[in-house]
């Protein structure tokens, strides 16, 4: 297939009858890391919400793998092969972590084990706390919980909000790490991200969004040597 396997084209829409998106276009490729930026306010994670069906849009269309999935419901692009992991709220902290894991596989009718084992060697820490409740563990490794339930599904495109939001520099290169390890296994990996920089250095494909419209859209090399990128969003 060519093409990327997700593209938001076009998009225009929000909330009710006020839009926040204007003729934006979001795309990844099959294994490539696909990174929105820019300044607060500027619909990153209402454009991420739009792909994902969470909101609605007057105009444009979203397709996964050539296919028109613009009328599905977020459930219903789970089944297509999309995850989300929201940047909050995205745990479930009374249960263990290898019962969040489970939570993941509930649409599945095979064995999930060995995708258990592949998160498990991807987040070793995961194992070790597989009997602890999530709530009890760090921002980081709650982070962990909630990428490898997403993982879970077996998606063909993983979508994380604000990953990074509220972690140490040291938690978020392991984190960024990590997400490059998933999009090497084949997976298409489309993510918000307030750190722009250090995002932008992992990033195949780069999206600056200003006001709810493209503003630039480059390799990630290319936006974070472009002067005007480092001066207005990357703090020079």
């Known amino acids: ?42 619909g990153k994670s209402t454009a991420m919400k739009a792909v994902f069906g969470m909101l609605n849009i007057r105009e444009g269309q979203v397709r996964l793998n050539g296919r028109d999935i613009t009328k599905l419901t977020p459930q219903a692009r789970v089944a ?23 939570m993941g596989a509930f ?13 498990f060697d991807l987040f070793p820490i995961l194992r070790d706390k597989r009997r602890q409740a ?43 790490d990590r997400i490059i390890e998933v999009a090497r296994t084949g997976i298409s990996i489309l993510m918000v991200e307030q750190n722009a920089r250090q995002a932008l250095e992992i990033a195949d494909k780069g999206y600056v969004l200003v006001q709810g419209r493209n503003r630039f859209t480059d390799t990630g090399q290319a936006l974070l040597a472009d002067p005007e990128v480092r001066r207005s969003f990357l703090g020079g």
């Open 107 to 119: 649409l599945r009718r095979d064995d999930f084990r060995t995708t258990m084992e592949q998160v």
């Open 1 to 42: 297939m060519s093409g990327p396997v997700l593209i938001g084209d076009a998009m225009t829409g929000g909330y009710g009858a006020a839009d926040i998106l204007h003729d934006c276009t979001i795309a990844v490729e099959k294994g490539q890391i696909a990174v929105i930026v820019g300044p607060n306010g500027a």
């Open 80 to 102: 297509q092969g999309m995850a989300f992991v929201p940047q909050t709220s995205n745990i479930f902290p009374s249960l263990t972590v290898e019962e969040n894991l489970e």
């Open 134 to 176: 999530a709530g009890e563990l760090s921002g980081g490794q709650r982070q962990q919980v909630a990428v490898g339930r997403a993982l879970m599904t077996q998606p063909s495109v993983l979508m994380l909000d604000e990953p990074t939001a509220g972690v140490s520099p040291i938690v978020m290169d392991e984190l960024f």
